[in-house]
């Protein structure tokens, strides 16, 4: 693996963008920088698991991103005890009411395959299901909702390690993928485009409504993390030792005891930030090669070639007696999988849950352009995707801030037209993003990292 | 005496404002669906093209308020409007002509499109930030209601109030006006039905003697036409925010696949039965019923099928359901 030119390219682009804005920024920025490039990255090869390896067009990513964030909260956050006691069982009976729901619904569209009526019968049964759900969950999840309305109202997690969440947010993902699958996948191209997007807006919108699951608007904060608290650190005496040890030579040109103590906390506190995020680093690094390493191995294994024949060439595949239809659901299920790990590790990073922050330009085309500019059905591609996107995204607001400070340089400071376009530089961004996907997509519509063809 | 209460209640809530959201929506839908049905893909930046629009309408608006130059009880933004519609279209020609021609001769798959049009979006959505910026902006003026619902109690007698604002009157007005212009355009006129034609059968259409160029040329303009005038009664009605017109897309799109996409007739329809829908769906019914049932029967509950937070998901659903049991829609698609 490690003689392939494209692992090289990707890593050098890495380090290299990580350092430099590490020495011309800081290490704090670089570092976060660096972990949200690795997670985009993550996000970046589940798309393209999906659309570079079976050509299936997802345009759902926000609401599997969410379900991530959500698995974060359900799992991390300690359980409330009175909720539970005031609207836990409602909520129960009603979760087995929607049960019995979806298995009458199955059990109609199995039992009776060609009855004249079948389809009126099962839509007749949803419709009255809804309103009769809301009649028995209503009480409890206003019960619920009541309870430290301003602190919890919500029923709270089931109080394990965050770390375990990642992986349950994959599985609650492919669940809902295999739904979304089963409903879209027959779709062609572009309706499945527009209904998976259609569905991420069902999702969020659930997200963020059903404040006695994920207390919706209100938000969740203060999760748990995989990795140290800089207040613990900032207290433990080997971590200042660390510090006291890789700065000694500063240290030792400050003669006076107690401005040394001074500077040695600074350092202290400083460090103790960098140090946290280097340990997200680590931990997000590990996550992307062993995507990454398996990945590899399926795109190269007979599997990844039957999905590449299946994406070329459906009818020959199909031909070749290939179940499509299966291998459809299941690689859709496996790359919503991989962006739901990716959006419960987002959620872990950043330390809380905002449903109301999911929106489609951040979270499912800015992912697509990652992949696009990267190269389709090129893992290393998607990467690098992640890694230059993400770096135009943070970077172009002082890039655009410099260009335009150049340019207007001659004008007044009170200058209508300078100080506007200074107050709109965050949205230099987007410009810079669709300009970008717009040349890849005309001088290199293969990506920067093309698929490598496999001739065996 | 009740009864006529309830009526009036229902239209106040529901039939009013859904016509109004509804002409909103099918004017906008079956822009998405004329560019479907000639060109041949899902403009993702269609949203941004009518939040473009309606910004230049504002600007225009804003120039002419501060030469004080109004329309009197009309909002000065109507004036401002066919600026609007011409920048539009010279933006959209410029998009096509810098974009998507290429795609276009090299015959690429409908993704590819997708795709590019997803960079225009970004693009566009940059380009009305930086120019207007992210907030709401209200450019409504003229006079603002019709009837009011207070005068309308003291006029009739009733309990119920119906108030008619007269952004909602303009943006009938005007969507009967741009449809049946557009109807008998596409249904009478020689050029129309070509452009029907190469719709419904590209190659066909060539052999016939018909210039692709120039139908994509009309295309684009009626498609600017329609997104701008949408756009822009949209903000009359409710407010501009850059923001909001990205979101609309996807009932937009919702509205077009239900009507079956390609088909600006059942755009039309579309556009109206997710607007009735989300509103209907969404409305408590509890003094409806107060009124019509007997007072022993009063409902205690809100008798609401889906609370209002849900609104943008009813019309997701309703695709859903759609694309599940008639995958070419209500209307059969993909013939304009």
Known sequence: ???????????????????????????????????????????????????????????????????????????????????WSAGGIG?????????????SVLIINKRLPNHKYKNYFIFLIIILSIPLLKFIAGPSISRIESINAATS????????????????????????????????????????????LLVSGIIITIVKHEEWLSRGVKNVIGLKRPVPYEVDLQNSEWFIKLVEFLNSSKLSNVLDFDERASFLNQLVISSSGVFVKLCFSLIFLAVVLIILYFSEKALNSPWGRMMR???????????????????????????????????????????????????????????????????????????????????????????????????????????????????SVPYFRYLMMGLGLLLVMRYRPKGLLPEKIIKN | MDFLNSIILLTNFIIVPGITYGSQLALGAIGVTLIYGVLRFANFAYGDLMAFGTMIVILVTWFLQSKG??????????????????????????????????????????????????????????????????????FMDGHKFIMKAREFKQMTGLNEGLALKSTQVITLITTIITCSILFYFLNKTKTGKSMRAYSNNEDLALLSGIDPK???????????????????????????????????????????????????????????????????????????????????????????????????????AI??????????????????
């Not at chain 1, 990513?61 to 300690?78: D, E, K, Q, R």
């Not at chain 1, 909520?91 to 298995?103: E, K, P, T």
């Not at chain 2, 695709?319 to 013939?335: E, H």
């Open chain 1, 1 to 83: 693996m490690i003689k392939n030119s494209d692992f090289k390219i990707c890593f050098s682009v890495m380090t290299i963008l990580t350092i430099l804005v590490g020495l011309f920024q800081s290490w704090g920025i670089a570092l976060s920088m660096l972990n949200l490039c690795l997670i985009s990255a993550v996000m970046a090869m589940g798309v393209n698991i999906q659309w570079g390896f079976a050509g299936l067009i997802n345009f759902g990513v926000m609401g599997f991103l969410a379900i991530g964030g959500l698995a974060t909260v359900l799992i991390s956050v300690p359980p409330v005890p009175e909720a």
């Open chain 1, 91 to 103: 909520i129960l009976i009603s979760g087995l009411f929607l049960f019995s729901v979806v298995f």
């Open chain 1, 153 to 196: 109202g919500f029923l709270g997690g089931a109080n394990l390690p965050i770390i375990f969440s990642w992986f349950v947010g994959a599985i609650l993902c492919a669940l809902v993928a295999f739904v979304v699958g089963k409903v879209c996948l027959g779709l062609r191209s572009d309706y499945l485009a527009i209904s998976t």
């Open chain 1, 309 to 423: 024949a299946i994406r070329d060439n459906e009818e020959a595949a199909k031909a070749m007696g290939k179940n499509v239809v299966k291998q459809h659901l299941f690689i859709f299920m496996l790359g919503s999988a991989i962006i739901g790990f990716a959006g419960a590790m987002l959620v872990t990073y950043d330390g809380l849950f905002t449903p109301s922050s999911y929106q489609p330009l951040r979270y499912t085309f800015l992912i697509w352009v990652m992949v696009l500019l990267g190269g389709t059905g090129n893992n290393y591609g998607a990467i690098l995707g992640g890694f230059v996107v993400w770096f135009i995204w943070i970077q172009s607001a002082p890039f655009a801030l410099l260009v335009i400070n150049i340019l207007t340089s001659h004008l007044d400071e009170t200058n209508y037209i300078k100080e506007h376009l200074l107050n």
């Open chain 2, 69 to 138: 130059i109004t329309f009197g009880l009309l909002p000065t933004a109507l004036l401002a409007l066919p600026v609007g519609i011409l920048l539009t279209i010279a933006v959209s020609l410029f998009f096509d002509k810098t974009v998507f021609e290429y795609y276009r001769n090299k015959k690429s798959d409908p993704v590819t499109f997708i795709v590019v049009s997803l960079g225009i979006m970004f693009v566009l959505n940059a380009v009305v930030r930086i120019i207007i910026g992210p907030n709401d902006i209200n």
């Open chain 2, 214 to 316: 120039k139908i994509v040329l009309l295309t684009w303009i009626i498609v600017s036409i329609l997104a701008t005038v949408a756009g822009t009664l949209y903000g009359l009605d409710k407010s501009f925010k850059p923001f909001t017109y990205f979101n609309n897309l996807l009932p937009i799109f919702a509205a077009t696949i239900v009507g079956g996409i390609g088909n600006p007739l059942g755009a039309f329809y579309g556009g109206f039965l997710i607007a009735f829908s989300e509103i209907g769906l969404t409305y408590a019914y509890k003094k409806f019923f107060k009124y019509i049932m007997p007072e022993t029967l009063e409902p205690s509950t809100l008798i609401q099928f889906i609370s209002t937070d849900y609104k943008f998901a009813i019309s997701f």
């Open chain 2, 319 to 336: 695709l859903i359901v759609v694309l599940i049991f008639r995958p070419n829609g209500i209307f059969k698609g993909k013939v304009i």
